[in-house]
């Protein structure tokens, strides 16, 4: 119940009722779990409470897995180090944040901690937040390596999907990279065609898509005074649903 509160207060960038609730949930002797911080923090970005959103992650870092909960929909998660496991939703949620402020360094960050130390699965989503940091940091040709690593360093590979060629062949354009730009909508077309790609923007409410479909053009203009426009990745679990603000689907395996 106050993980769905808090999905709707992330949805209105309602910073302030989502801060509230989550006192109320720690009040109630509740245990937050890594939905109830990936909601917090995407309706800090929305708020464009940055600061409150890197305070956030560092809470769930740092908390305790300890400690009953008085609901079975509440219980804590263990880990072999007995605290808190950092989980691929909120991972994406935090990566994106940082993206939207240029923090590219940290997210890249965020990303090789989610293999290296947390063994935490890295999904489209994940990537796709990446690729936006990167290039909004002016970083083109290393989101282009991203690209690369993530269909062949992951295990299974992590395919791209509409967003990913959306981000990358305006940036290209943008770079004027125009012949990379060209390739990569060869690519994007031809995993069309065979039913390989998957269409992000299916995932989102009708009501959203004009608006998350201009604000992946604007992420992949370079880091141009134009700006992100304040989307964000965070309420929610797989590549297209984490920008549109939707409940996680039960059919995914993080």
């Known amino acids: 119940t106050y993980n769905c509160l808090l999905g709707g207060y992330a949805r209105c960038a309602d910073w302030d009722g989502a801060f509230d609730t989550f006192g109320e949930l720690k009040r109630a002797r509740f245990v937050p779990d890594a939905y109830t911080y990936t909601h917090l923090i995407s309706a800090a970005e929305r708020a464009g409470k940055h600061q409150e959103a890197d305070a956030v992650w560092h809470e769930a870092l740092s908390s305790s897995s300890s400690g009953a909960s008085s609901s079975s929909a509440s219980t804590s998660r263990q880990t072999t180090r007995g605290s808190f496991k ?42 796709n937040a990446l690729l936006g940091a990167l290039v909004r940091g002016n970083n083109v040709d290393k989101a282009l390596k991203v690209f690369d690593s993530m269909q062949s360093d992951e295990r299974p590979a992590v395919m791209p ?73 965070g309420a929610d679990a797989d590549a297209g649903r984490l920008s549109a603000g939707l409940p996680p689907r039960q059919d995914k395996n993080f």
């Not at 077309?189 to 053009?217: C, H, I, M, P, T």
């Open 86 to 127: 950092p989980h691929t939703v909120m991972c994406g949620a935090y990566v994106h944040c940082l993206g939207t402020q240029g923090r590219w360094m940290e997210a890249e960050a965020v990303v090789k901690k989610m293999r290296d130390e947390w063994g935490v699965a890295r999904n489209a989503a994940v990537y």
């Open 161 to 233: 999907t509409e967003i990913s060629f959306m981000i990358l062949i305006r940036a290209c354009l943008d770079d004027g990279l125009s012949g990379k730009a060209k390739d990569l909508s060869g690519i994007r077309d031809a995993l069309a065609e065979s039913g390989a790609l998957e269409n992000d923007f299916s995932k989102y409410e009708s009501r959203d898509v004009e608006q998350r479909a201009k604000d992946a053009f604007r992420y992949g203009n370079g880091g141009s005074s134009s700006g992100y426009g304040g989307s964000s990745y």
